[in-house]
Nanobody
């Protein structure tokens, strides 16, 4: 069955970095666009970034643009989110997703269980 397993979350001080990883299995990874969402307590889920099947095109939410980088390794069935210059407002549960992309629109089909990122001030 489809599995998306996130890792790399944790507690970090503002200004520091974290790298999230997502290991995918149970589907043809290279045939799916991949994306990261996040949800903070009391807030709506937010699309953070997504990347095309081949990895050549990426999209970022304005709130993270210039600080976060999404990448993928199709040989390893993995997608990553490098998060630099973290801010307390980046605190959220981060979810790895697999889906489809049309232009800048992204629709997730599969979700991971999420990993907590907490940024202290």
């Amino acid at each position: 069955q489809v599995q998306l397993v996130e890792s790399g979350g944790g507690l970090v001080q503002a200004g520091n970095s974290l790298r999230l990883s997502c290991a995918a299995s149970g589907f043809t990874f290279s045939s799916y666009a991949m994306g990261w969402f996040r949800q903070a307590p009391g807030k709506d889920r937010e699309l953070v970034a997504h990347i095309t099947m081949g990895g050549s095109v990426t999209y970022y939410a304005m709130s993270v643009k210039g600080r976060f980088t999404i990448s993928r390794d199709n040989a390893k069935n993995a997608v990553y989110l490098q998060m630099n210059s973290l801010k307390p407002e980046d605190t959220a549960v981060y979810y790895c997703t697999a889906g489809s992309r049309t232009g800048t629109d992204y629709s997730p089909n599969y979700w991971g269980q999420g990993t907590q990122v907490t940024v202290s001030s």
